[in-house]
């Protein structure tokens, strides 16, 4: 069965960058797209971007041009997320996705704390 | 494209039928989806394609519409069912999501 596995939760300082990552297990890595979408507190879900997982190809949201870089490692099946600069409302859930043209699987979510 | 859901809150009781409308603000064509979401845990897709049951789903569950307006049904609420709703545009970038829909028990 298909499965997007996150790492843990992080706490960061205003400044700092995190990295995410997304291992994908039960179906082929290289075949589908992984989004990555965010979730402030009491907030709606906001996409921030997507790789290619086949060619490494990325497209990201024009908000978050500059600070985030996605990767992917095909021989560990892992996609990566990577926010720079990190400042308080920057404090959100993030959740990578499988795509299918829609977001079919999801990981569990990953809880980004900034904070001094 | 800008999504916006209404109600943002609903009040409902089990066995009710209830319905949330996405409008959007340029036609999305069929690249709509709506997922569920509960507390502490990672959206569902339910529907895709603006009318596409997602394997697994309960029938009970129906999605309608074109151009810039759609509607998620449940035609009969189960308790497991109170959940906020969001509807999903995948025909332009930045891809969007609606503010959602929190459905509670009456």
């Known amino acids: 069965q298909v499965q997007l596995v996150q790492s843990g939760a992080e706490v960061k300082e205003p400044g700092a960058s995190v990295k995410v990552s997304c291992k994908a297990s039960?179906?082929?890595?290289?075949?589908?797209?992984m989004h990555w979408v965010r979730q402030a507190p009491g907030q709606r879900l906001e996409w921030m971007g997507w790789?290619?997982?086949?060619?490494?190809?990325?497209k990201y949201s024009e908000k978050f041009q500059g600070r985030i870089t996605i990767t992917r490692d095909t021989s560990a099946s892992t996609a990566y997320m990577e926010l720079s600069s990190l400042r308080s409302e920057d404090t959100a859930v993030y959740y990578c996705?499988?795509?299918?043209?829609?977001?079919?699987?999801w990981g569990q979510g990953t809880l980004v704390t900034v904070s001094s | 494209i800008q999504l916006t859901q209404s109600p943002s809150f609903l009040s409902a009781s089990v066995g009710d039928r209830v319905t949330i409308t996405c409008r959007a603000s340029?036609?999305?064509?069929?690249?709509l989806a709506w997922y569920q979401q509960k507390p502490g845990k990672a959206p569902k897709l339910l529907i895709y394609a603006a009318s596409t049951l997602q394997s697994g789903v309960p029938s009970r569950f129906s999605g309608s519409g074109s151009g810039t307006e759609f509607t998620l049904t449940i035609s009969s609420l189960q308790p497991e069912d109170f959940a906020t709703y969001y509807c999903q545009q995948v025909n332009s970038y930045p891809l969007t999501f609606g503010g959602g829909t929190k459905v509670e028990i009456k």
């Open positions: 996705a499988r795509d299918e043209m829609f977001f079919d699987y």
């Open positions: 039960g179906y082929t890595f290289t075949k589908n797209a």
């Open positions: 790789i290619n997982a086949g060619n490494g190809h990325t």
């Open positions: 340029q036609g999305p064509s069929n690249y």
